[in-house]
């Protein structure tokens, strides 16, 4: 059964995709349908920060998927979550907001990505963003409200203090002139709740004539003829549909369904397509390959002297916590996954930072769930900044509900190794500073016995895991290999064009929601070109 047409056709309802919504509706002239297999962000949790721990493993917001199980981390299962339903990853995510260093975008430049240098990109992050301290740098009148974690905590003050005792500076904005530095994080918030790109990009313009979103949508593939993608099929209430794009049909489904869902379409490697029973469409064997995500370990100190979240937010504490939440919008319930952060260089001749740390007073029993532990305790995370080992993520099958094969390959190079084993050290010397020393029992994990830089590598394959910054599946560059040129048009293909943290080139210092929302600016931006309209 086929629909009627409209001028362009996301696939997929995140981060990228409501940015799309937005802007190509904007000047009126183009009619434009989103397509989200999940469904409305309806859970009283969404709104509250620390409600990310109710939904992370929450399969009505969480896709769940998992890696395959691979040498380099002990054939572990690993999760790779992913946000499901009108707003995606941002729905579930800690909120952190991470712009990236300018050397990043300039490497992008230098790889074929031309017009993605720090100088092209800077405008469309002042673009999105609401951050109300401002700066030269910053904007203060986007669509997303971004403000710096608020409250004053014990552990999170010594552990300032004990950075500046390491020698390293405090940075009230690592998104302004300089990343490196300790102090608190940013986050993706507005008056204490959860600032989702529902609520910065879509709902201001759901009410748009021209504006079509279904939920409940889940793409089967796209359509392709002669040369060019005419439109998808997607499967809504058990009725299976086709609807046609006029000019393009955009793919904003992730790194991890883009992939997926093009080579179910018979767009990828031959040869694993046909070994699926996948008719080929078009060959395209880079589609799936360069995956890169952030691999990260946890350390844990036992604590005293002061509470942590282990206690505050557990049992009757947490009926307080939530009255001063709904009464004032304060207190432990509007924190996020990062109350202080650290960019860090594990060498002094590097150029920047290339380790970043995320603390939180909490330490977990089951850090994949999020479950507390039952005594005090605190957390350093810890992730190499650029990691340069790469994987895959590839179909399995091509029933389109069966999940893609994820296989991350993580820290298959020396400099990934070699930059995490550094990242921990500095870690436990930093709180082995004076100003921790009131509030340190022992160091619960890896734990003192560890010290040389092959049992830092053995912990790290038993107990590391993604942060959930998949991205590169669909490399954009300008070399014959890379799967989207710089302007994120498909090579080969007339009418298709990725618009996610698929096109990402390289990995970018620090967490990517940020970078993502900026492509899905600028890559708006370019279809409008493209079609010939003013820039919305």
């Avoid at 350390?299 to 942590?308: D, F, I, P």
């Avoid at 600016?521 to 079609?531: K, P, V, W």
Wanted: charged content about 20%.
């Amino acid at each position: 059964m086929s629909t009627a047409a409209y001028d362009y056709v996301i696939v997929g309802g995140g981060t990228a995709a409501c940015v799309l919504a937005n802007r190509l509706t904007a000047n009126g002239k183009h009619t434009v349908l989103m397509l989200e297999a999940g469904g409305e962000p309806s859970s009283m949790w969404i709104h509250i920060p620390a409600g990310f721990t109710k939904l992370l493993n929450n399969p009505v917001y969480n896709w769940r998927f998992e890696t395959q199980p691979e040498k380099a981390t002990l054939d572990r299962v690993i999760a790779i979550p992913r946000g499901k339903g009108l707003g995606g990853s941002s729905l579930i995510n800690g909120m952190v907001y991470v712009q990236g260093q300018p050397a990043d975008y300039d490497h992008w430049a230098s790889l074929g990505a031309t017009g993605w240098s720090a100088a092209d990109v800077a405008p469309y992050f002042r673009k999105l963003e609401c951050y109300a301290p401002g700066g030269a740098t910053r904007g203060k009148a986007g669509p997303m409200h971004i403000l710096q974690v608020s409250g004053q905590f014990p552990l999170a003050n010594a552990l300032l203090q004990a950075a500046v005792e390491d020698g390293q500076p405090l940075n009230e904005d690592y998104n302004g002139v300089s990343q490196e530095g300790f102090g608190y994080y940013q986050a993706e918030q507005k008056d204490g709740r959860r600032w989702s790109v529902v609520d910065g990009y879509l709902e201001p313009v759901r009410s748009r004539k021209n504006l079509t979103v279904l939920t409940g949508a889940h793409v089967l593939n796209v359509v392709v003829g002669q040369g060019r993608v005419t439109g998808v099929t997607y499967r809504r209430h058990g009725t299976v549909q086709t609807v046609n794009a006029g000019r393009e049909v955009i793919m904003a489904a992730g790194a991890v369904q883009t992939p997926q869902i093009l080579e179910l379409s018979g767009i990828g490697k031959p040869e694993l397509l046909k070994s699926l029973g996948i008719d080929v469409v078009h060959p395209a064997p880079r589609v799936g390959e360069n995956y890169i995500d952030h691999f990260a370990t946890r350390l844990n100190w036992r604590v005293r002297n002061t509470q942590t979240l282990n206690e505050t937010a557990q049992g009757w504490r947490v009926a307080l916590a939530a009255l001063q939440y709904f009464a004032r919008r304060t207190g432990i319930l509007t924190l996020g996954t990062g109350l202080v952060h650290g960019f860090v260089r594990t060498r002094p001749e590097l150029a920047t930072p290339d380790v970043q740390y995320f603390f939180m007073h909490a330490s977990y029993a089951n850090a994949a769930v999020r479950k507390l532990d039952n005594a005090p305790g605190m957390t350093m995370g810890v992730t190499g900044l650029r990691p340069t080992s790469q994987g895959s993520i590839h179909v399995r099958s091509k029933d389109p509900m069966t999940g893609p094969a994820i296989r991350p390959n993580f820290l298959d190079t020396a400099q990934d190794r070699e930059t995490l084993i550094d990242g921990m050290k500095i870690a436990r010397r930093i709180f082995g500073r004076n100003a921790l020393s009131h509030y340190i029992d022992h160091e619960m994990s890896p734990g003192s016995a560890v010290q040389t830089d092959e049992q830092w590598l053995q912990f790290a394959r038993e107990n590391g895991q993604t942060i959930y910054h998949p991205m590169g599946t669909c490399r954009m560059g300008s070399d014959p290999d890379a799967v989207v040129d710089p302007r994120l048009r498909f090579r080969g293909l007339d009418g298709l064009r990725i618009v996610d943290a698929s096109v990402m080139p390289a990995m970018v210092s620090g967490n990517i929601q940020a970078a993502v929302m900026m492509i899905a600016e600028r890559g708006s931006d370019l279809i409008l070109q493209d079609a010939g309209g003013a820039r919305a």
